[in-house]
């Protein structure tokens, strides 16, 4: 298996997709509340985000043989995980400078997401063999994490919006790779969920934000959008082209956000 991707695999391969779809939902977010919160909080997100997918995956390989690891983005950790482990620390530095540049309640607001990050990936790892509920739990960490470092609370309307778009983005991605994580014996929700429920998820899901006009309703409605034309396509998309697009439906939502 060729642990190498191609170029537009890349920033899905390496997690730094993640990192600017938070970014980009975060810059939303200020622009709609007109919030300038700094700089270093729009970093300090990005790297937090990155490290915490990085070290979920080197965690993932490390104790698994090559041959049971099907996607590109586990093989090629466990070929470079070495190096990767290295670029991993130096960002964690570079992550902990930059929180010096943090107001205190960032900074306060920025802990917290770190514990919750940490515990998340230990459980993850010590019961995922078993079952875990990941989905649920990326999801609501990814949401916080979006809005943790505002100075004003998100509305109840956007968190509960976009923690479920997250959620959907997991259970789509789930679904299209059971068969990648019955290899490497992880069990969580999208094994239990039914890939029928998923498409007409999203289509309610964009419905009810337009309907609500919850805050960023454009761009939220734009993702669930793409996301259920995807999960309906499903069967004509090899799984490795699959993920990095439902991953860029949340990223072409944001940058819709940032245009109207």
Not at 21 to 43: F, M, N, Q, S
Not at 134 to 160: N, R
Request: charged fraction near 15%.
């Amino acid at each position: 298996m060729n642990p190498y991707p191609k170029t537009w695999q890349c920033p899905n391969v390496l997690a730094l997709d993640a990192a600017l779809i938070a970014a980009l939902w975060l810059i939303a977010l200020e622009r709609v509340h007109d919030l300038d919160i700094g700089w270093a909080a729009h970093a300090v997100l990005g790297l937090s985000v990155w490290l915490t997918y990085v070290a979920d995956r080197l965690y993932d390989v490390k104790s698994r043989d090559a041959p049971a690891l099907l996607s590109i983005r586990h093989r090629f950790s466990k070929r470079y995980a070495s190096q990767l482990w290295r670029v991993w620390f130096v960002a964690l530095g570079a992550d902990l400078l930059l929180a010096t540049q943090l107001t205190r309640m960032q900074l306060k607001h920025g802990a917290l997401l770190l514990a919750i990050c940490l515990i998340y990936t230990l459980l993850n790892q010590k019961l995922s063999r078993r079952f875990f509920p990941k989905e649920i739990c990326v999801a609501l960490i990814y949401a916080g994490g979006v809005a943790i470092f505002l100075p004003t609370p998100v509305s109840a309307g956007f968190f509960e919006a976009f923690a479920f778009l997250c959620l959907l983005n997991c259970l789509i991605i789930g679904a299209k790779e059971k068969h990648v994580d019955s290899k490497m014996r992880v069990h969580s929700i999208a094994t239990l969920v039914a890939e029928r429920w998923l498409s007409p998820l999203a289509w309610i899901g964009a419905g009810l934000v337009i309907l609500s006009g919850v805050d960023l309703w454009q761009g939220l409605a734009l993702s669930f959008a793409l996301l259920g034309l995807l999960q309906h396509w499903r069967q004509r998309i090899d799984i490795e082209t699959f993920r990095v697009l439902v991953d860029t439906a949340l990223l072409v939502g944001g940058a819709v956000c940032l245009l109207v």
